[in-house]
Nanobody, 125 residues
Framework: QVQLVDSGGGLVQAGGSLRLSCAAS????????MGWFRRAPGKEREFVAC????????SYEDSVKGRFTISRDNAKNTVYLQMNSLKPEDTAVYYC??????????????????WGQGTQVTVSS
């Protein structure tokens, strides 16, 4: 069966960096758009970033542009989220997701078929 395993979260001070990883199995990885979403305390889950199947195209939520970078290694069935210049408002549970979706629907959670279990990111001020 399909499995996505998120890892790399933790506690970091404001201005610091973290790198999240998501290892996928049970699917033809390169055929899926891979996304990262997050749920902050008391808020709904929101789109953060995504990357096309071949890795050539990326998209970011406005508040993370220039600070976060999404990448993927199709040989390793893994997607990454490099997070720099972290802010307290980035505190959330981060989830990776795999979607057999068109690029036009890339930010819509309903278009993603599989989800990781989530990894906690806490940024202290």
């Amino acid at each position: 069966q399909v499995q996505l395993v998120d890892s790399g979260g933790g506690l970091v001070q404001a201005g610091g960096s973290l790198r999240l990883s998501c290892a996928a199995s049970g699917l033809t990885f390169r055929r899926y758009v891979m996304g990262w979403f997050r749920r902050a305390p008391g808020k709904e889950r929101e789109f953060v970033a995504c990357i096309s199947g071949g890795g050539s195209t990326t998209s970011y939520e406005d508040s993370v542009k220039g600070r976060f970078t999404i990448s993927r290694d199709n040989a390793k069935n893994t997607v990454y989220l490099q997070m720099n210049s972290l802010k307290p408002e980035d505190t959330a549970v981060y989830y990776c997701a795999a979607g057999a979706t068109s690029w036009g629907s890339r930010t819509s959670q309903s278009q993603y078929n599989y989800w990781g279990q989530g990894t906690q990111v806490t940024v202290s001020s």
